[in-house]
């Protein structure tokens, strides 16, 4: 199992900048891709960025390319993702996600953090 934990959140004016931190610990095989997405009230959640561990793929949701950054630590199994250019519209819960197999499998799963609170206001 993978547990997340993220920290970061909190309250930023437009144009401002924020930088989330998320950490995975626990019992698994391999993570194979670390990433975010966002939930903002009475939306589906959506893709923000995954990144592949090894570097070979970086997925950016439309409405944050160019303002987004995501990096990454792999000998601390934790990911950062820097917001920059901030706008209202990028309100949200973000949580943090990993795709992991089990100690011993092949098989991937999906692993969520509780989320933390991003909130853009004027």
């Known amino acids: 199992q993978v547990q997340l934990v993220e920290s970061g959140g909190g309250l930023v004016q437009p144009g401002g900048s924020l930088r989330l931190s998320c950490a995975a610990s626990?019992?698994?095989?391999?993570?194979?891709?670390m990433g975010w997405y966002r939930q903002a009230p009475g939306k589906q959640r959506e893709l923000v960025v995954t990144a592949t561990t090894d570097g070979g793929s970086t997925n950016y949701g439309d409405s944050v390319k160019g303002r987004f950054t995501i990096s990454r630590d792999n000998a601390k199994n934790t990911v950062y993702l820097q917001m920059t250019s901030l706008e209202p519209e990028d309100t949200a819960v973000y949580y943090c996600?990993?795709?992991?197999?089990?100690?011993?499998?092949?098989?991937?799963?999906?692993?969520w953090g509780q989320g933390t609170q991003v909130t853009v206001f004027s």
């Open positions: 996600n990993a795709r992991a197999t089990r100690l011993g499998r092949l098989t991937e799963y999906d692993y």
């Open positions: 626990g019992r698994f095989g391999r993570i194979v891709a």
